[in-house]
T-cell receptor, first 113, second 114 residues
């Protein structure tokens, strides 16, 4: 049974700082990972995915994957109050007949003005 | 906006009743997955449909069932509702032609069971 672990937070950072969100996964064979942002009362919104070891950058967001350590992270540079949300890490159970995502419980981020 | 729509937005039912939730996939997508998200938890996979057949199922009892129609829209049916079924139900669409299983969520249906 695949599992994804996240610190539930809340993680509080000042405006303009770097927010670092972390996630570990149980299945060494997992290939691709997703970060979703979920505002309170809304549905998850895909912000990044990563499948290769190393860093992937998209604007203020950088996803990092370390398959040896089974560790995924999301860095948000120049954090803004509008980044305040819950961030969900997901492992893709892709292959064979399955195509579902396995989510962590999410980390709540609060960016203080 | 993902192009995935769900209805209704909110629903209140009583224990023992049955409910049907609906989802319309994003144009060009051929898979639809349903997730249940309880308060303070991540989404939990219920099942996925592809080519109008169930294509994988999570740890949910048979009273959770679904359909996918030729136009790729989908229904989630829950029979004999229990109080613990109160949650946000999310539909996500994707495509088998994608390499990495990206899935895009609709706005969700908030179900309250009294």
């Amino acid at each position: 049974q695949k599992e994804v672990e996240q610190n539930s937070g809340p993680l509080s950072v000042p405006e303009g700082a770097i927010a670092s969100l972390n996630c570990t996964y149980s299945d060494r064979g997992s290939q691709s990972f997703f970060w979703y942002r979920q505002y309170s009362g809304k549905s998850p919104e895909l912000i990044m995915f990563i499948y290769s070891n190393g860093d992937k950058e998209d604007g203020r967001f950088t996803a990092q994957l370390n398959k040896a350590s089974q560790y995924v992270s999301l860095l948000i540079r120049d954090s803004q109050p509008s980044d305040s949300a819950t961030y969900l890490c997901a492992d893709s159970n892709y292959g064979g007949s399955q195509g579902n995502l396995i989510f962590g419980k999410g980390t709540k981020l609060s960016v203080k003005p | 906006e993902t192009g995935v729509t769900q209805s209704p937005t909110h629903l209140i039912k009583t224990r023992g009743q049955q409910v049907t939730l609906r989802c319309s996939s994003q144009s060009g997508h051929n898979t639809v997955s349903w997730y249940q998200q309880a308060l303070g938890q991540g989404p939990q996979f219920i099942f996925q449909y592809y080519r109008e057949e169930e294509n994988g199922r999570g740890n949910f009892p048979p009273r959770f069932s679904g359909l996918q129609f030729p136009n790729y829209s989908s229904e989630l049916n829950v029979n004999a509702l229990e109080l613990d079924d109160s949650a946000l139900y999310l539909c996500a669409s994707g495509t088998t032609s994608g390499a990495y299983n990206e899935q895009f969520f609709g706005p969700g249906t908030r179900l309250t069971v009294l």
